[in-house]
T-cell receptor, first 114, second 108 residues
Framework: NAGVTQTPKFRVLKTGQSMTLLCAQD?????MYWYRQDPGMGLRLIHY???????AKGEVPDGYNVSRLKKQNFLLGLESAAPSQTSVYFC?????????????FGPGTRLTVL | KNEVEQSPQNLTAQEGEFITINCSYS?????LHWLQQHPGGGIVSLFM???GKKKHGRLIATINIQEKHSSLHITASHPRDSAVYIC??????????FGTGTRLKVLA
């Protein structure tokens, strides 16, 4: 099993450009999450999904959109990138039906917006 | 005040030293997690605790629910233990609240 994978690993954008980050998991997990990690701050939840076709806002959702068309994939979109969105983005998944809230993380995507 | 506080923020130790990282939280939780993040790397789960103590190799994690406090101990530390250690609490909604992390550097 590959676990949780993210593409791309690195990306540089110019202000105003758009892009989509892809997260994929092969563990049949119901829940998926997108976080951003910034220096001096804890990971912050952007959006999450509790199942295929459902999404919900997290702590810092502004400027981002998400979609969960397939259970194994969770996409994070930036419609018009801003320098404030320079960050490291992590995807995670979990399977609470197993009675555990343990989350499994992807390797991260380092995004720079110029 | 953050809901999850870690101390220290930075820690430098000599190889072989016993290391303790602390986590205090102010919210009700269903479980507390210790995570490890190597430089430039992803995040891996070390422990999930709801009570008592767990041990894995040289790592020991404890939690005191009444005092809302957890500690991560590393015995006989090694340079490969150098990483950021993150405390996260889960409140039963399957959403974590993260601490800001403790950056550990172990010198040979």
């Amino acid at each position: 099993n590959a676990g949780v994978t993210q593409t791309p690993k690195f990306r540089v954008l110019k202000t105003g450009q758009s892009m989509t980050l892809l997260c994929a998991q092969d563990m049949n997990h119901e829940y998926m999450y997108w976080y951003r990690q910034d220096p001096g701050m804890g990971l912050r939840l952007i959006h999450y999904s509790v199942g295929e076709g459902t999404t919900a806002k997290g702590e810092v959702p502004d400027g981002y959109n998400v979609s969960r068309l397939k259970k194994q994939n969770f996409l994070l979109g930036l419609e018009s990138a801003a320098p404030s969105q320079t960050s490291v983005y992590f995807c995670a998944s979990s399977y609470p039906e197993q009675g555990s809230d343990e989350q499994f993380f992807g390797p991260g995507t380092r995004l720079t917006v110029l | 005040k953050n809901e999850v506080e870690q101390s220290p923020q930075n820690l430098t130790a000599q190889e072989g030293e016993f290391i303790t990282i602390n986590c205090s939280y102010s919210v009700g939780i269903s479980a507390l997690h210790w995570l490890q993040q190597h430089p430039g790397g992803g995040i891996v789960s070390l422990f999930m605790l709801s009570s008592g103590k767990k041990k894995h190799g040289r790592l020991i994690a404890t939690i005191n629910i009444q005092e809302k406090h957890s500690s991560l101990h590393i015995t006989a530390s090694h340079p490969r233990d150098s990483a950021v250690y993150i405390c996260a609490v889960g409140g039963g909604t399957y959403k974590y609240i993260f601490g800001t992390g403790t950056r550990l550097k172990v010198l040979a």
